[in-house]
């Protein structure tokens, strides 16, 4: 049977997270360079990269690195040079947007597509796998139909993400940071628009809704519906986070290696992708990390449950409802035990997010040095577990991959093997006299040889193929096992298994039909959608057959430009899509969504397309 290889593939926005994403059981690992990261406060040096690729291939875990903002021409060298570095210290793939990147002198190491790429058709990800992209990484928004349409054509490795922070256009379509700070997403520098305050007035004036977070969505969660999205084609699960502390990445990674490596156990087909088993001391629960609620996210199409108007914040893990306001103490009605400095938060009645810190928690009595103006009834959330981040700031798991030893011994004294999960072996001679022992020694042999300390093998047997009862001192066991583990350490990192950047399938057939394929479907006339800012980029697209290409809005004033291009839809939220619901709109379209500083952004909805798009009101 042959096997899919499935990867959970973490974040890592620092060294420490790196490690921590491969300790708790990370089969790859993305992490920004120091330069042209779609997260620019999230960069990092080639030596620390160069440490994480280090560490991690002893696992055979992957270093992904992010290299996917669009570029400028004077970057481009510099761009050529980051990725010859990142190239000789070891890094397995590059997450790239910009398609000059494919004509330029880089070295052989592979490409994948980001999800900035705005990868949402089967069209666009056959065009990507022609040119050569070894993996692709799916827009957030599709279903499994749509996923599993993809996958069914085309031959590339899908990447979709499972976990974290959701953008509510679609990716590498967003504008409107750039057009109102002067922030570009595409480069790095999102001003996190979508998290704002807006009121939502319809053409009279007439407000529809105040002060809310009308674009603001929950967290994705999709641990329920990963066997789902393996039998429809996904091979790599991608945790969002690369902005996000270490406990994040350390509990968030342990969840849905736990929920991946059940179904495994029983899904013969599919097999991990890399090696070593992760040992928890803690339980994993990923509401107690960072998020905004949860949503499956479009998965099965559209619902209701995808928004977070009420706060951009995180709310954490709900613990209970608020039974009794005393003087001094709250009760609390519920299940959850409570710590001295937990954090608590609530909705208010004018849902606005509200939030303590317990000064003394008794059983389900709170004790707080400041009582909130909170009533019974309400649900209390807990946003900061103390007993849970403590226990995340302290070793949390250890990776460990299986090995046995076979000692056997010859003539002139003994040859020791270490081999390890994956059949990688390590073999030495050892001169020695053949010592008679006059009792049993197996067992002293065997605990010897069964000590690995703080090395990353775990011994599941020891052989002994001896002549008779040999007695060999502890001391010189000891060192051959430390020299047979360095040595096995050396040979995983000769026989690491590399993979090599694919060579164009299509090119030359692109150039010589019509262009169907480009990004922009079946019109060969780029607009500034293409995300078009150097002259490579543009050469590129005209040799596949592109008659026009229009510089990206970065270049240029984005006048009249749709800035916004959703999924989430503000008329089918309010119950008033003309397609699914029935009832109709007592506001007059066309609406607007006010921010706090008075610009105001009409919307229009693309019934055609399932969209909502934001337009600057000029």
């Given at each position: 049977?042959?096997?899919r290889?499935?990867?959970?593939?973490?974040?890592?926005?620092?060294?420490?997270?790196g490690?921590?994403?491969?300790?708790?059981?990370?089969d790859?690992?993305?992490?920004g360079a120091?330069?042209?990261?779609?997260?620019?406060?999230?960069?990092?040096?080639?030596?620390?990269?160069?440490?994480?690729?280090?560490?991690?291939?002893?696992?055979?875990?992957?270093?992904?690195?992010?290299?996917?903002?669009?570029?400028?021409?004077?970057?481009?060298?510099?761009?050529?040079?980051?990725?010859w570095q990142?190239?000789?210290?070891?890094?397995?793939?590059?997450?790239?947007q910009?398609?000059?990147?494919l004509?330029?002198?880089?070295?052989?190491?592979?490409?994948?597509?980001?999800?900035?790429?705005?990868?949402?058709?089967?069209?666009?990800?056959?065009?990507?796998?022609?040119?050569?992209?070894?993996?692709?990484?799916l827009?957030?928004?599709?279903?499994?139909?749509?996923?599993?349409?993809?996958?069914?054509?085309?031959?590339?490795?899908?990447?979709?993400?499972?976990?974290?922070?959701?953008?509510?256009?679609?990716?590498?379509?967003?504008?409107?940071?750039?057009?109102?700070?002067?922030?570009?997403?595409?480069?790095?520098?999102?001003?996190?628009?979508c998290?704002?305050?807006?009121?939502?007035?319809?053409?009279?004036?007439?407000?529809?809704?105040?002060?809310?977070?009308?674009?603001?969505?929950?967290?994705?969660?999709?641990?329920?519906?990963?066997?789902?999205?393996?039998?429809?084609?996904v091979s790599?699960?991608?945790?969002?986070?690369?902005?996000?502390?270490?406990?994040?990445?350390?509990?968030?990674?342990?969840?849905?290696?736990?929920?991946?490596d059940?179904?495994?156990?029983?899904?013969?087909?599919?097999?991990?992708?890399?090696?070593?088993?992760?040992?928890?001391?803690?339980?994993?629960?990923?509401?107690?990390?960072?998020?905004?609620?949860?949503?499956?996210?479009?998965?099965?199409?559209?619902?209701?449950?995808?928004?977070?108007?009420?706060?951009?914040?995180?709310?954490?893990?709900?613990?209970?409802?608020?039974?009794?306001?005393?003087?001094?103490?709250l009760?609390?009605?519920g299940?959850?035990?409570?710590?001295?400095?937990?954090?608590?938060?609530?909705?208010?009645?004018?849902?606005?997010?509200?939030g303590?810190?317990?000064?003394?928690?008794?059983?389900?009595?709170?004790?707080?040095?400041?009582?909130?103006?909170?009533?019974?009834?309400?649900v209390?959330?807990?946003?900061?577990?103390?007993?849970?981040?403590?226990?995340?700031?302290?070793?949390?798991?250890?990776?460990?991959?299986?090995?046995?030893?076979c000692?056997?011994?010859?003539?002139?004294?003994?040859v020791?093997?270490?081999?390890?999960?994956?059949?990688?072996?390590?073999?030495?001679?050892?001169?020695?006299?053949?010592?008679?022992?006059r009792?049993?020694?197996?067992?002293?042999?065997?605990?010897?040889?069964?000590?690995?300390?703080n090395?990353?093998?775990?011994?599941?047997?020891?052989?002994?193929?001896?002549?008779?009862?040999?007695?060999i001192?502890?001391?010189?066991?000891?060192?051959?096992?430390?020299?047979?583990?360095?040595?096995?350490?050396?040979?995983?990192?000769?026989?690491?298994?590399?993979?090599?950047?694919?060579?164009?399938?299509?090119?030359?057939?692109?150039q010589?039909?019509?262009i169907?394929?480009?990004?922009?479907?079946?019109?060969?006339?780029?607009?500034?959608?293409?995300?078009?800012?150097?002259?490579?980029?543009?050469?590129?697209?005209?040799?596949?057959?592109?008659?026009?290409?229009?510089?990206?809005?970065?270049?240029?004033?984005?006048?009249?430009?749709?800035?916004?291009?959703?999924?989430?839809?503000?008329r089918?939220?309010?119950?008033?899509?003309?397609?699914?619901?029935?009832?109709?709109?007592?506001?007059?379209?066309?609406?607007?969504?006010?921010?706090?500083?008075?610009?105001?952004?009409?919307?229009?909805?693309?019934?055609?397309?399932?969209?909502?798009?934001?337009?600057a009101?000029?």
């Amino acid at each position: 049977m042959k096997q899919r290889s499935i990867e959970l593939l973490a974040p890592a926005r620092n060294l420490e997270c790196g490690i921590e994403a491969v300790n708790h059981g990370a089969d790859a690992v993305y992490i920004g360079a120091s330069r042209f990261g779609a997260r620019s406060s999230a960069g990092n040096t080639v030596e620390d990269i160069a440490r994480l690729v280090e560490y991690a291939h002893v696992f055979r875990v992957r270093v992904y690195v992010t290299v996917n903002t669009i570029l400028k021409d004077d970057e481009l060298v510099d761009t050529e040079r980051l990725i010859w570095q990142l190239y000789r210290v070891g890094v397995d793939a590059l997450i790239v947007q910009d398609v000059a990147l494919l004509d330029m002198d880089l070295p052989p190491i592979p490409l994948h597509a980001s999800t900035q790429m705005d990868n949402r058709t089967l069209e666009k990800v056959g065009w990507l796998s022609g040119l050569g992209f070894q993996q692709v990484v799916l827009a957030r928004e599709l279903s499994v139909e749509e996923i599993n349409r993809i996958h069914q054509v085309c031959p590339v490795p899908l990447e979709v993400f499972v976990h974290g922070a959701l953008c509510v256009s679609f990716s590498g379509q967003c504008y409107v940071s750039q057009h109102c700070f002067g922030r570009s997403a595409n480069r790095g520098e999102c001003a996190q628009f979508c998290r704002l305050k807006f009121d939502m007035v319809d053409s009279d004036g007439r407000v529809i809704e105040q002060g809310r977070h009308l674009l603001s969505l929950k967290d994705m969660n999709r641990s329920g519906e990963l066997e789902e999205l393996l039998d429809a084609g996904v091979s790599s699960f991608k945790i969002e986070g690369r902005l996000k502390d270490v406990s994040y990445v350390k509990n968030v990674t342990a969840y849905y290696r736990r929920r991946l490596d059940e179904i495994l156990k029983r899904r013969p087909e599919f097999r991990r992708a890399s090696s070593g088993e992760a040992r928890l001391l803690f339980e994993p629960c990923v509401e107690k990390s960072f998020n905004r609620g949860f949503t499956r996210y479009y998965l099965h199409g559209r619902t209701r449950d995808v928004l977070s108007p009420d706060t951009p914040k995180s709310i954490g893990e709900r613990v209970g409802t608020v039974k009794e306001v005393r003087k001094d103490c709250l009760v609390v009605s519920g299940v959850s035990r409570f710590a001295n400095g937990d954090g608590l938060c609530f909705f208010d009645e004018q849902r606005r997010l509200q939030g303590f810190r317990i000064n003394r928690g008794e059983n389900n009595r709170l004790y707080l040095t400041d009582m909130p103006a909170v009533k019974p009834h309400t649900v209390l959330y807990r946003n900061f577990d103390q007993d849970f981040e403590r226990m995340l700031s302290r070793p949390s798991a250890e990776r460990k991959m299986k090995a046995s030893w076979c000692l056997a011994e010859v003539p002139a004294g003994y040859v020791l093997t270490l081999t390890d999960e994956d059949g990688v072996r390590a073999t030495r001679f050892f001169e020695s006299v053949h010592e008679e022992a006059r009792t049993s020694q197996a067992d002293r042999i065997r605990s010897q040889l069964m000590k690995t300390g703080n090395t990353p093998f775990l011994v599941t047997g020891v052989e002994l193929r001896l002549s008779g009862e040999r007695f060999i001192p502890s001391s010189l066991l000891a060192e051959w096992r430390r020299t047979l583990i360095e040595s096995l350490l050396v040979a995983r990192r000769v026989n690491y298994p590399y993979s090599y950047r694919n060579l164009p399938t299509e090119f030359t057939r692109l150039q010589e039909k019509k262009i169907k394929e480009l990004p922009e479907g079946t019109n060969p006339r780029l607009t500034y959608l293409a995300n078009v800012m150097n002259r490579k980029a543009e050469e590129v697209y005209r040799r596949m057959g592109a008659v026009s290409v229009e510089p990206a809005l970065e270049c240029r004033e984005p006048s009249g430009a749709v800035l916004m291009f959703c999924k989430h839809c503000l008329r089918y939220t309010m119950g008033w899509c003309p397609r699914q619901n029935r009832e109709q709109s007592p506001f007059r379209e066309p609406y607007y969504l006010v921010a706090a500083d008075g610009r105001r952004f009409r919307l229009v909805f693309d019934c055609r397309n399932c969209q909502m798009k934001v337009v600057a009101d000029e």
